[in-house]
C-alpha cells in the first residue's frame, strides 16, 4: 500500500529525511516512534504529498506521488490525515464538518453525505453530538468528530500524527479506543505517537526514527522487550 524506495527530503539544506526504505502492506497498523525534531511528522506528510520529497521514490496505494501527472487531489482523497491540533471549522456545526469533504470532494448528495456522517459518527460515539458546535465538545470529542470527518471520505489509509498529545490524559483513552477499534477492522494506519500502550497492543509494527533515519524496524513484543539499537534503547528509557 505503502512503499518508500530511498526517499530523501530536504528543506532547503537541512537533510530531515534520509534514505528511507519502508514498506506498508494493506491493513497494517504501523506505529512511528522517535524523539522530537526526528522527521516523523515530514515522513508521514509526504505520502499525501503536504510534502515533497527530494528524492528516491513514494508509491501510495499504486500511484507513484512524486510523479507530475499524478492527480493530487485523487491521491489525498483516498488518505485521511488526523493532526494534533483537531483543526476543525469552528463555525460550522459537527455533521457539517463531517459532510463538507464528501459533498464538495466527491460530489455526494446531501442527504447520501449527512446519512454516511451520522454512521461514522456513531462509530466514533458520539452521535448526539451531530447538531453541536465544536467549542461545545471536549477535546475528545473534537478529535473524535476529526477521526469521522477523515473516514466519511471512505479512505484506503489514515494518518495519525500525535492525535492525542493536545488532549487531557483523561481524554487519551476515548481516542485510542476509537483507533484500537479501526485498526480491528482491517485499516491501514500509519500513526506517529507517544503512547507505547496502544504501540505495544495495536500495531503489527514499530518503526523508530532519529535524525531523519529509520534506525529499527520490528514486531512491538521485540521492540519493547529488547530493542536492537542503542538510540532505541535511549529513547524507549525517557518514554516508558
Ligand atoms: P518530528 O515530527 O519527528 O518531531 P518533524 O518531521 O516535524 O519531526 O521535523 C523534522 C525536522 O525538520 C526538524 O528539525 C524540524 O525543525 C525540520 N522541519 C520540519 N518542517 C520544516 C519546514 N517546513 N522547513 C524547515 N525545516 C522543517
Ligand atoms: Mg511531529
Not at 469552528?90 to 469533504?101: E, G, S, W
Amino acid at each position: 500500500m505503502i512503499h518508500f524506495k530511498r526517499v530523501n527530503k530536504h528543506f532547503g539544506r537541512f537533510h530531515v529525511l534520509k534514505d528511507i526504505e519502508l514498506d506498508i502492506g494493506e491493513g497494517e497498523v504501523v506505529v512511528v516512534v522517535g524523539p522530537s525534531g526526528s522527521g516523523k511528522s515530514t515522513l508521514l506528510r509526504c505520502i499525501n504529498r503536504l510534502e515533497t520529497i527530494t528524492d528516491g521514490e513514494l508509491n501510495v496505494g499504486g500511484v507513484t506521488v512524486n510523479d507530475k501527472a499524478t492527480d493530487i487531489n485523487k491521491l489525498r482523497r483516498k488518505i485521511g490525515m488526523v493532526f494534533q491540533h483537531f483543526n476543525l471549522y469552528p463555525h460550522m456545526k459537527v455533521i457539517d464538518n463531517i459532510t463538507l469533504a464528501p459533498i464538495k470532494a466527491l460530489g455526494l448528495p446531501e442527504k447520501e453525505a449527512k446519512e454516511t456522517a451520522m454512521y461514522y459518527l456513531e462509530k466514533v460515539g458520539i452521535p448526539e453530538k451531530a447538531d453541536a458546535f465544536p467549542s461545545q465538545l471536549s477535546g475528545g470529542q473534537q478529535q473524535r468528530v476529526a477521526i469521522a470527518r477523515g473516514l466519511a471520505m471512505k479512505p484506503d489509509i489514515m494518518l495519525f500524527d500525535e492525535p492525542t498529545s493536545a488532549l487531557d490524559p483523561e481524554m487519551i483513552g476515548e481516542v485510542l479506543d476509537v483507533m484500537k477499534s479501526l485498526a480491528h477492522e482491517g485499516m491501514t494506519m500509519v500513526v506517529v505517537t507517544h503512547e507505547m500502550g496502544f504501540a505495544r497492543e495495536v500495531a503489527n509494527r514499530i518503526v523508530f526514527m532519529d535524525q531523519g533515519k529509520i534506525i529499527e524496524e520490528a514486531e512491538p513484543a521485540d521492540f519493547f522487550a529488547q530493542p536492537k539499537e542503542e538510540r532505541a534503547r535511549l529513547f524507549l528509557s525517557r518514554v516508558i
